[in-house]
């Protein structure tokens, strides 16, 4: 399953509908506070709701705030936005909407309605006032294979649970009912998975995050103390306990760590060494340079700060205690993963992710400030190790109050293509002034 699109809808500086073209890699670019992380952000959380994990605005790394620090501040009476992904599953398109509103009584979004398009019909199951509100079919055109199903608010916002099995729920004794069900099975055969109904192609669809802001590596780690720091001594927990116990696991980390490190001009090596005998017993990070081994705390902060972001990239099904799936699907979102990186180390972060995209199963959106990363994988679309059609480069442009979304494609010498009038405007400047032009 390909997500190919990505849209929101009145979310913060976002008017109306903005389209982000979604390819097995792709950057997102612009000035500060231009909804970048913003997008990062509703992107995870529309994977994990659609996967049955729930909803939550505010899980690590993202903190959106309440609903009204959500949606966007308009003079709109009725206060909404909407999510939705398009994606492609055994050749056949879905694009799936999730509208939000205000939770009654709360502070939260809570789901209003879901809607799932495919070609040759749709259905929309929306949610009524009560909470308790028996699912049941309210309209249907047999024809045009259009159904709308009620529920309560409850069932589309109930998290670890198939969320629409209520769709084919029914006793199947209305006319409308037999007809929503031999849809369903019709779209089963399509798919040729048992992944009925429809929405259970997001099932295999997953939406890891890391942070800008990374944790200041320790000298020492000890297991009986280290806890709830996703990004920071959990990297070094979970690297000390596949040494440990996963030596198979270890070699091959190990050595995609010590490739990249070489590379980028890093590091040579990378070690754990414990300081007991047992497997809780403290331990350390140690980092080969150019001299001799030396301690993760006394070598350039870079190492420290792109470690977390690589384990996560080479590794996901294992670093994240996922179940190993071939019909996963990965996305690793990152934000700003060259800071504190040497232009080298950028260049060389955005071959690997050219490299680890040719998997098939593995794609990035990622939020960067770096020409050196966007310069990387053009050159690698121009030496052949990633198709130009497998590359997006999404501008985010600052209008006003609001901003608009710009998708950058590529051709087969790496040119841009569909580039807006302003994009770079800043660079073509300060260049003009180098030369000793007026700009």
């Known amino acids: 399953m390909n997500i190919t699109q990505f849209t929101m809808e009145d979310v913060r500086c976002f008017g109306e509908r903005q389209t982000l073209e979604i390819r097995p890699l792709t950057f997102l670019v612009g000035e500060n506070s231009t909804g970048k992380t913003t997008a990062l952000a509703c992107f995870q959380v529309l994977a994990r709701y659609l996967r049955g994990e729930g909803l939550d605005f505010n899980s690590h790394p993202y903190s959106m705030g309440t609903f009204r620090d959500i949606v966007r501040n308009s003079k709109k009476k009725e206060k909404k936005f909407k999510l939705g992904f398009a994606s492609k599953y055994n050749n056949e398109d879905i694009q799936t909407t999730v509208e939000l509103v205000e939770k009654a009584k709360g502070l939260e979004p809570t789901v209003n309605s879901v809607a799932t398009q495919l070609a040759d019909g749709e259905i929309v199951i929306q949610v009524e006032n009560t909470a308790k509100q028996e699912p049941r079919l309210d309209s249907f055109d047999e024809k045009q294979n259009q159904y709308k199903i009620i529920c309560g608010t409850d069932i589309l916002n109930e998290p670890r649970v198939s969320l629409f099995r209520y769709a084919y729920s029914f006793s199947n004794e209305s006319k409308g009912e037999i007809a929503l069900l031999r849809y369903l099975e019709k779209i089963s055969e399509k798919f040729e998975e048992n992944i009925y109904p429809p929405w259970n ?67 040579q090596n990378i070690e754990i060494k414990s300081l007991g005998r047992i497997l809780g017993a403290p331990f350390q990070l140690q980092v080969k340079v150019r001299g001799p081994k030396a301690n993760i705390n006394d070598v350039g902060y870079g190492v420290s700060q792109i470690l ?52 098939g199963n593995q794609s990035f959106i990622v939020e960067t400030h770096s020409d050196y990363m966007i310069d990387r994988a053009r050159i690698e679309i121009i030496r052949g190790n990633i198709r130009p059609e497998d590359v997006s480069l999404i501008y985010f442009e600052p209008k006003g109050n609001i901003v608009k979304v710009h998708n950058i494609g590529f051709d087969k010498m790496a040119n841009m293509v569909g580039v807006p009038p302003h994009y770079g405007e800043f660079f073509l400047k300060e260049s003009k002034r180098l030369l000793g032009f007026k700009g």
């Open 201 to 267: 192609v997001f099932k295999t669809l997953l939406a890891f995050s890391t942070s800008p802001v990374r944790s200041q590596p320790k000298r020492t780690y000890d297991p009986t103390r280290e806890f709830g720091d996703p990004e920071g001594s959990d990297v070094p927990m979970y690297l000390m306990r596949i040494e440990a116990t996963q030596k198979d696991n270890w070699e091959v980390l190990k050595q995609q760590l010590v490739e990249f490190g070489k590379s980028s001009g890093l590091f």
């Open 308 to 359: 977390p972001i690589l384990v996560q990239i080479l590794n996901p099904s294992i670093s994240k205690n996922v179940q190993r799936d071939p019909m996963q699907s990965f996305f690793s979102l990152l934000q700003q993963p060259e800071i504190h990186l040497h232009p080298k180390a950028q260049a060389e972060l955005s071959s690997l992710l050219v490299k680890l995209t040719n998997k």
